[in-house]
């Protein structure tokens, strides 16, 4: 009798709080339950699917789509003012000042210099960071497919640097490459001279691409780890039994199978890699000089940086950039093996 009691006490008590709980939780839902249910019968249950999806275009509509239709108007105005209504029409004279120049390979024959060389950096990055990135992403998914100790805990480690801000991932990397960092005092401490990384440019121009790839190759990771284990066992032990060894498995047997992930992966980085801005401007700037300006950061450097608030340059170079990069993106999406 003396065991019961507690039991029984402890049932009542948790029946009591349910009940309260419940009544709490009815007692919040019901307005809200009125509310919807007066909605429904006033526009009708097909159209109440678009009500839940209201509030996400509304904040799709004022955020995304009316500033792209606004890069639009200050594409072809000119001007200094904010407001598109005091701002002058120019037609296609932002895209002509852009487009001038003598010899397209020569930044300096350009009229507008600073964006052709924004334009050549952008490219020399994207073709080693995207070449790099997917490398070291393949390599990594691979090591991660196998069994080996601890693998949980290595997928995390390498997924680890996408959960930061890529300001952080910037200042760290400063304070380690700076003159008087990290890497700097490991060096003189073993008797070897400073060296220039944050002034020299083609040291700036390596630790930009090497910083990006650590930072955002985890992502990628992920993305070929799920594309690896989609592959059956069964067809790796028909290859084996065939006679096949390890390259030959992986030329015929994983990356045909893999080419959809790829895809992907290769879109995704691309887009990014074109789009590369926070980590560069925390990092560097765009210097030393000129060295590592690109595209992103010219853009906003005319249209917020400068005393001049050259709006329309910004806004007709953003576009010049967003037709290269829906022409790249087309370009990878048809070169795809059919099978993908």
Sequence with gaps: MTLQLPKQATKMASDLIGQALSALFNLVLSPFELVFSLLQRLIGIRSMPYLFVLPNLLIFGVFILFPMLFNFVYAFTGGTEFFPDRRPWVGTANFDQILTCQNFLDPNSCREDLFWRAVFNTAGYVVAQVALLVLAAMITALVLNRS??????????????????????????????????????????????????????????????????????????????????????????????????????????????????????????????????????????????????????????????????????????????AGVLILLTLGQLRLRPEEA
């Design 148 to 321: 080996i100790k601890a693998r949980g805990f290595f997928r995390s480690v390498f997924f680890y640097p996408v959960l930061l801000s890529p300001i952080v991932v910037a200042l760290i990397w400063k304070w380690i490459l700076q003159e008087n960092g990290l890497l700097n005092g490991i060096i003189t401490g073993v008797g070897f001279n400073r060296v220039p990384f944050m002034v020299d440019a083609d040291w700036a121009r390596f630790w930009v691409v090497i910083i990006s790839v650590w930072a955002f190759m985890g992502f990628y990771t992920l993305i070929l780890l799920a594309g690896l284990q989609s592959i059956p066992r069964e067809l790796y032990e028909a290859a084996e039994i065939d006679g096949a060894n390890a390259w030959q498995a992986f030329r015929g047997v994983t990356l045909p199978l893999l080419m959809p992930s790829m895809t992907v992966v290769l879109v995704l980085s691309l887009i990014r890699a074109v789009q590369i801005f926070d980590v560069v401007f925390a990092f560097t700037g765009g210097g030393p000089g000129t060295a590592t300006l690109y595209m992103v950061q010219y853009i906003y450097d005319n249209g917020f940086a400068s005393p001049t608030k050259q709006f329309g340059l910004a806004a007709s170079a953003s576009l010049l950039m």
